[in-house]
């Protein structure tokens, strides 16, 4: 069947009762969460996550995908009412959007919001179904060695995009490959770092990791650091958005063009993420701009520039996902182990499976119809959805802490998780308090096993030597990129301190 056959079927199945109710309440739950300061849509895919364990993965995957989506986008509100931003991908926003807010009012901020949303949404979508089966191809013809090399990849350029300390990502890394490494060793079938406790021999499951990391380590932290602001004043400001008009988003086509092609390409980059892509675009625009010097000022290409960036760059996450089974963000981190829990590797085989291949192309109908969805509930239900901030902190933290042990605990039933929850969380707070970044753990918890499995064969077909990696044209290409990705920042920061002691001598 050709593509547009098989995004048709995608599409009916995702007007099917079950599906079309988990895309509407992941679109509901994404907006929710995003405009509430310290959650964000990653911790609303994490928290959902445990309750996808007992669905099929059709509407697991389209309930976790419309949270992430929508979530990209919901955070704007907060960003441009209030001058609060809902993610971090969302501060750009506050440079032009929130001073043509107070100058204009908020509808007109919030129309460029939305329809810079569609766009970037729209466009980068159809890049990835349209990549899609060229990327499974290329895939198919992966070897050990350049399966390796592309993991590996992707974790050196999550290491050096984590944040400004080199070593504490390092070490984040490590302690997430460690515990990719705790159970039964797949290729000797002996068993690791269990200590004799039986619960360790199955190894350690993702939704603890993922859970404990971002929910209750997020709630720990806010907690050491007396967070119980009362926003219920904000919650009840009347609010509405003006669409611009098609001569006025015309002008635009510039910072359109530039911000769709950079946000879908840095998607692909994995752990570049969408706050570093919604930053680059701001940047590029300031730097190329036809109205470069304006910026600041309350224009539209500063909102236009940076929500196309961070909106389109979700569709590009998801492809390295989904054709590789190499997660680009943290959010589809989690949606990757949604695969998991439910037995699906995700790769080059998902699209060659005519029973998957419905499943992908559901996802990717489901994006489509997620950029509509959102749009509209943004349009037409702001006054509700914005209400969300009437919540007091204390509440909020309340409710996030039984979802994640309930979650967890439906999951197999088990009280060993919800402890493991415990630890995890722990374990995120002090991450958060000393500034180790987060994202490196949970990428080498869920990339370790596949990256040890394809390290082990390339081992014993190349009788032990790692040169094995350099033979192929591909993974030496890759091998080589991952050690710049490593030393680029080491060579700036250095080049940088260089430069200030000269200024300073």
């Known amino acids: 069947m050709d593509l547009l056959t098989n995004l048709a079927i995608g599409f009916a199945h995702v007007f099917q009762p079950e599906d079309f109710l988990m895309l509407v309440i992941g679109i509901l739950v994404g907006m929710a969460v995003s405009i509430m300061p310290g959650l964000g849509f990653v911790m609303g895919v994490v928290l959902a996550l445990p309750f996808t364990y007992h669905m099929g993965i059709e509407p697991s995957i389209i309930l976790l995908t419309a949270i992430y989506f929508s979530g990209t986008y919901g955070g704007a509100f907060t960003t441009l009412l209030y001058r609060i931003p809902g993610e971090p991908s969302d501060v750009p926003l506050l440079w032009d959007g929130y001073v043509m807010?107070?100058?204009?009012?908020?509808?007109?901020?919030?129309?460029?919001?939305?329809?810079?949303?569609?766009?970037?949404?729209?466009?980068?979508?159809?890049?990835?179904?349209?990549?899609?089966?060229?990327?499974?191809?290329?895939?198919?013809?992966?070897?050990?060695?350049?399966?390796?090399?592309?993991?590996?990849?992707?974790?050196?350029?999550?290491?050096?995009?984590?944040?400004?300390?080199?070593?504490?990502?390092?070490i984040s890394l490590c302690i997430g490959l460690l515990v990719a490494t705790v159970g039964v060793d797949s290729t000797y079938g002996t068993a690791r770092f269990t200590f004799g406790v039986p619960m360790l021999r199955d190894g350690i499951e993702l939704v603890p990791i993922l859970v404990g990391m971002y929910g209750l380590g997020e709630v720990f932290k806010r907690l050491g650091q007396g967070l119980t602001l009362d926003r219920g004043d904000a919650a009840g400001a009347k609010v509405k958005t003006y669409l611009p008009r098609l001569r006025e988003i015309f002008r635009m086509k510039g910072a359109i063009v530039r911000s769709s092609v950079i946000g879908t390409l840095l998607g692909i980059v994995p752990g570049a993420g969408a706050t570093i892509t919604s930053f680059i675009c701001y940047g590029t625009e300031k730097q190329y701009g036809k109205r470069r010097h304006l910026l600041g000022t309350g224009v539209p290409e500063g909102i236009v520039a940076p929500q196309i960036g961070s909106t389109a760059s979700v569709a590009g996450h998801m492809m390295p996902m989904l054709t590789l089974g190499i997660p680009g963000s943290a959010s589809t981190a989690v949606i990757l182990a949604a695969f998991l829990l439910h037995g699906v590797q995700p790769g080059p085989m998902l699209l060659e499976d005519p029973a998957m291949s419905v499943v992908v192309y559901s996802i990717f109908a489901s994006m489509f119809v997620s950029i509509v969805g959102m749009c509209l509930i943004?349009?037409?239900?702001?006054?509700?959805?914005?209400?969300?901030?009437?919540?007091?902190?204390?509440?909020?933290?309340?409710?996030?802490?039984?979802?994640?042990?309930?979650?967890?605990?439906?999951?197999?039933?088990?009280l060993e998780d919800t402890w493991m929850i415990v630890v995890f969380g722990a374990l995120g707070y002090l991450f958060e308090k000393y500034d180790f970044p987060i994202a490196p753990l949970v990428l080498g918890a869920i990339l370790g096993p596949i990256g040890e499995q394809n390290f082990m064969r390339s081992m014993i077909v190349g009788h032990g030597n790692v040169a094995v990696f350099f033979h192929e044209p591909l993974s030496a290409a890759l091998m080589i990129?991952?050690?710049?990705?490593?030393?680029?920042?080491?060579?700036?920061?250095?080049?940088?301190?260089?430069?200030?002691?000269t200024a300073a001598g």
């Open 101 to 170: 807010a107070k100058r204009d009012g908020a509808a007109k901020p919030l129309g460029w919001a939305l329809v810079a949303a569609f766009i970037g949404g729209l466009v980068s979508s159809v890049v990835m179904v349209a990549l899609a089966g060229p990327l499974t191809d290329v895939a198919l013809k992966f070897s050990s060695e350049d399966y390796f090399a592309a993991i590996f990849f992707g974790l050196t350029t999550v290491v050096s995009l984590a944040g400004d300390s080199l070593i504490n990502a390092v």
């Open 378 to 414: 943004g349009f037409f239900w702001i006054r509700i959805v914005v209400k969300v901030l009437s919540l007091p902190q204390s509440v909020l933290n309340m409710v996030v802490v039984l979802f994640c042990l309930v979650g967890a605990y439906a999951a197999r039933n088990s």
């Open 481 to 501: 990129l991952s050690f710049i990705s490593v030393l680029y920042p080491l060579i700036k920061n250095n080049l940088a301190l260089f430069r200030r002691r």
